[in-house]
């Protein structure tokens, strides 16, 4: 059990030493993640509102399967990322596999469903409020939607956290489009792979927390926005 | 009622057209990130001045490139950039185009690479030795075999548990090489007595110091390995344990974007005098862990 206390010894030193190569880790995780999810969250929210308000044939079927898509393992994502971007793929001549770039589109095509999903459900919840107002006042399906997203703001926001919480935390789709090369593409939670791998279960251990810590400051961070946004808006 | 509604309506009008202007901005942010990480992207891409090198986990794991990449950068100012994968994914990968140069170790496999028009050439660079290692209480009873073959034998006998890499990767070809001298074939066993966990040496390592279970083990990883608990090298010094590991220049008449002249002075580099004394300097408390043996000496 020593292993516990050596973990937060040693993620201690880390941090009160600012270790640089801890630095440009959690740097380029926050840079991949945030990026990501920034990403995602636009074409989450467009779909997610689209599929809440159009009437079209198959629309049953794509939500289910959006919805299906919030399980999609990190490792296949990235498998099918690696085949686009490899160089024997449609997309190789982009010559982006193994840099951080792969890794950020990666994670958008783990996180949209995530966001898309909860998306839809809060604008479906909203619109059933909402429905007969908003028919009565005739409005096109194009300002349904953006009034949906606006007044479901704060739901909204939950769903990027949902998607911040994947992205930050998956280890399996950046290792195989990222290649967890030292200084370029390793990531938190790669370095964390490895450390394990190496037995040094203390240090891995370390940087768990530390991941741990930076999600619940960027949690804090954007439920204290939503907080006084709303705060803001009902003064 | 009518003035209401209207009123409403010109309410609604002036709300949406803020919404409008809101998301319109969240969207210009978005725009703008992604044309930053664009750019960034390409800041990266005109830095080419490096090569990939699709490796195994044995090496990295042992701390190797840690040691004698940077001399090499120092001198070229190339940088390598290591992807480090089990053996048969390390070739896989270099088969797609994804890398410059393979540095594995699974000879067989290695000269079908370049025979089958991957590789270039194949130049030996070093060796070391494989280790069966397990528990202190050796349930099998294995301790000073000189026969490998003959110690796995007998775990099969004991029905002891044996952790196996099972990823084909160049560690679990020698343990399989093993285990067909003496006509085992483990995996009936599969999920019994053996165990074959599928992941990178350290992993497995982990995985039998948690078990009490048996390992065949690089002994470069087993080295560096800090979750040892109470095992210990077993079974060591046995020919067929003999660990050789090659380099390869992925052939850029197969894929052109291979950069195949940097790659190339990396191979003359890690052959030469100066990498194959960098080899043979990377010592752990003492130890060192691979025995350079490249024949272009010069």
């Known amino acids: 059990m020593s292993d516990f206390s050596d973990a937060f010894h040693t993620a201690l030193g880390l941090i009160v030493t600012l270790n640089h190569d801890l630095v440009e880790i959690l740097l380029l995780s926050l840079r991949v993640s945030l990026t990501a999810v920034a990403i995602a969250s636009v074409l989450g929210f467009v779909i997610g509102g689209a599929l809440a308000v159009y009437r079209f044939p198959g629309r049953g079927v794509v939500s289910a399967v959006l919805s299906a898509l919030m399980g999609l393992p990190p490792v296949v994502a990235g498998l099918f990322v690696y085949l686009l971007l490899s160089n024997a793929g449609p997309l190789g001549v982009l010559q982006l596999l193994y840099t951080p770039t792969a890794m950020i589109i990666a994670q958008v095509v783990l996180v949209t469903p995530i966001i898309g999903a909860l998306t839809r459900q809060a604008c479906e919840d909203l619109l059933e409020e909402y429905d007969e107002q908003l028919r009565s006042l005739g409005a096109s399906p194009t300002a349904i939607v953006v009034t949906l997203l606006w007044d479901g703001r704060y739901r909204l926001i939950t769903a990027v956290l949902a998607g911040f919480g994947r992205a930050i935390a998956e280890v399996g789709a950046v290792m195989i489009v990222g290649g967890n090369i030292d200084h370029v593409t390793r990531t938190m939670t790669t370095a964390i792979a490895l450390e394990t791998s190496k037995g040094n279960i203390a240090l891995a251990l370390a940087l768990g927390i530390i991941l741990l810590t930076i999600a619940f400051a960027v949690n804090g961070a954007l439920i204290s926005v939503q907080r006084l946004a709303k705060r803001l808006a009902y003064a | 009622m009518v003035g209401s509604c209207s009123k409403l309506k010109e309410v609604h009008l002036t709300a949406s057209l803020n919404r409008l202007r809101f998301l319109g901005l969240v969207f210009l942010c978005l725009l703008a990130t992604t044309c930053l990480l664009a750019?960034?992207?390409?800041?990266?891409?005109?830095?080419?001045?490096?090569?990939?090198?699709?490796?195994?986990?044995?090496?990295?794991?042992?701390?190797?490139?840690?040691?004698?990449?940077?001399?090499?950068?120092?001198?070229?100012?190339?940088?390598?950039?290591?992807?480090?994968?089990?053996?048969?994914?390390?070739?896989?990968?270099?088969?797609?185009?994804?890398?410059?140069?393979?540095?594995?170790?699974?000879?067989?496999?290695?000269?079908?690479?370049?025979?089958?028009?991957?590789?270039?050439?194949?130049?030996?660079?070093?060796?070391?030795?494989?280790?069966?290692?397990?528990?202190?209480?050796?349930?099998?009873?294995?301790?000073?075999?000189?026969?490998?073959?003959?110690?796995?034998?007998?775990?099969?006998?004991?029905?002891?548990?044996?952790?196996?890499?099972?990823?084909?990767?160049?560690?679990?070809?020698?343990?399989?090489?093993?285990?067909?001298?003496?006509?085992?074939?483990?995996?009936?066993?599969?999920?019994?007595?053996?165990?074959?966990?599928?992941?990178?040496?350290?992993?497995?390592?982990?995985?039998?110091?948690?078990?009490?279970?048996?390992?065949?083990?690089?002994?470069?990883?087993?080295?560096?390995?800090?979750?040892?608990?109470?095992?210990?090298?077993?079974?060591?010094?046995?020919?067929?344990?003999?660990?050789?590991?090659?380099?390869?220049?992925?052939?850029?008449?197969?894929?052109?974007?291979?950069?195949?002249?940097?790659?190339?002075?990396?191979?003359?580099?890690?052959?030469?005098?100066?990498?194959?004394?960098?080899?043979?300097?990377?010592?752990?408390?003492g130890q060192q862990l691979f025995v350079p043996n490249a024949r272009n000496l010069d």
């Not at chain 2, 349930?139 to 044996?162: Q, V």
């Not at chain 2, 990767?169 to 066993?189: F, I, N």
Request: net charge negative; charged share 25%.
């Open chain 2, 39 to 285: 750019t960034s992207h390409l800041a990266l891409a005109a830095d080419d001045d490096f090569i990939l090198v699709q490796s195994t986990t044995s090496t990295q794991n042992s701390g190797l490139f840690d040691y004698i990449l940077p001399k090499f950068t120092e001198k070229t100012g190339i940088e390598v950039r290591v992807v480090a994968v089990g053996t048969g994914q390390a070739l896989k990968n270099a088969r797609n185009g994804d890398g410059d140069v393979v540095l594995v170790h699974s000879k067989g496999d290695e000269e079908k690479f370049v025979a089958e028009g991957w590789g270039v050439k194949r130049y030996d660079v070093m060796y070391n030795d494989f280790v069966i290692v397990g528990p202190a209480s050796d349930p099998a009873g294995i301790r000073g075999l000189t026969d490998a073959s003959r110690a796995l034998e007998r775990i099969a006998e004991a029905k002891a548990l044996f952790a196996s890499r099972g990823d084909g990767s160049g560690t679990h070809k020698a343990e399989r090489r093993l285990w067909k001298r003496v006509a085992t074939d483990p995996t009936r066993a599969s999920g019994e007595w053996y165990l074959e966990t599928g992941s990178g040496m350290g992993a497995t390592l982990n995985t039998a110091v948690g078990k009490q279970a048996y390992s065949l083990a690089d002994r470069g990883t087993w080295l560096s390995f800090a979750n040892k608990g109470d095992f210990e090298v077993l079974v060591e010094g046995d020919r067929q344990l003999f660990n050789q590991y090659g380099v390869i220049l992925v052939n850029p008449a197969t894929h052109p974007r291979v950069k195949a002249d940097k790659g190339k002075v990396f191979i003359d580099w890690l052959t030469g005098a100066e990498g194959q004394e960098a080899i043979g300097g990377f010592k752990i408390d």
